[in-house]
């Protein structure tokens, strides 16, 4: 199984990267640790997460191909 991860904001200077793909994760937990371990900056960093453009919450299990984003805070006007 693989998914696309879509880095925004402050993620995506901190990743290098504004998109990557990312086999054998299967959900939130997996993909935290796995970004930690790649990117040790965004494990302090607050940020939503949004699966197939719906902001997700607590355990959700990854679909082959989901696309998952990584949404600091933000504000607008």
Do not use: C, Y
């Not at 990267?17 to 990312?22: G, K, P, Q, V, Y």
């Not at 937990?29 to 997700?56: C, Q, Y």
């Not at 299990?61 to 933000?74: C, R, S, T, V």
């Amino acid at each position: 199984m693989q998914i696309d991860v879509l880095f925004f904001g402050i993620l995506s200077e901190v990743s290098g990267s504004t998109s990557l793909t990312i086999k054998d994760v299967e959900n939130i937990r997996s993909l935290k640790s796995h970004l930690w371990k790649t990117f040790p900056g965004i494990k302090d960093m607050d940020f939503r997460i949004a699966v197939n453009k719906e902001i997700v919450d607590g355990k959700v299990e990854f679909k082959n191909g989901d696309e998952i984003a990584l949404l600091p805070p933000f504000a607008g006007g």
